[in-house]
């Protein structure tokens, strides 16, 4: 591993390619911030796809990759006049420090942090959020809208527990799950798509807040999942080719059996 000396010099190495590939090439050059941000949503999801995949040589790239974006638009910012990239850095560091007072208790208050755990530390990390707002901003409002839907619904949850809102025993969310789907099963048996579609609404949000209870994180398990059926349904599709036949020949019967066997390759799952 690297010393902090050596990280800060690569830190400033590539604060200064930036600044010379801003200045001398022509793509770089016309970039705004609008015009980066699709670049950037991409960069995020191969990051997110790196990290799922637990490779370190991926995550070491896909890092780099955004950490590039995010020092690009400072310099965009920069030549706006409007921040830098030391502002970037102390503004995070200054969030930090105030949002951790177990760890830098506030000079020269006769407050004192008592959270010792981590529900308290988030706990804590909510409500101080809200005073740094200065109450300008409502529990809900620092969940971005942009956010996917199941992330937004898991983090709606989470806040909304931070101030009490949650059930008193997590095993009564099961209730709700269940009412949850008999509604959605009533809408399908009349026919009546847009009723339908918003009790399958509801049948999902219970289910990420059952997930949440559970200390499940609802997007990961599905990705999980996603890929376990992708690895099962490429296994089929290989094994029917080795056969000199297409999917399309298969009777149901015959894929079932073709997909427990891709079940067995993988193990207990």
Known sequence: MHTREEKMQAFGRLLDIMDELREKCPWDNKQTNESLRPNTIEETYELCDALIKDDADSICEELGDVTMHMVFYALIAQEQGRFDMADVCH????????????????ANSGEKSTAKNVEQVLNQWEQLKQREHQGKKTVLGGVPEALPSLIKAYRIQDKARHVGFDWEERSQVWQKVKEEISEFEAEVERMD???????????????????RLYHINPDNALEHT???????????????????????????????????????TEGAL
Not at 91 to 104: A, G, S
Not at 246 to 254: F, G, I, M, N
Not at 256 to 263: P, S
């Open 193 to 211: 798509k847009e009723r339908a579609t918003s009790e399958f609404g509801d049948v999902l949000f219970s289910l990420i807040n059952a997930a």
């Open 226 to 264: 996603n890929r376990k059926f992708i690895q099962r349904f490429n296994y089929l599709e290989a094994a029917v080719k080795a056969q000199g036949r297409s999917l399309t020949d298969l009777t149901l019967a015959e894929m079932d059996a073709i997909w427990e066997k891709a079940k067995e």
């Open 91 to 106: 503004r995070v560091c200054d969030k930090l420090i105030f949002r951790h007072p177990h760890v830098f208790p506030p």
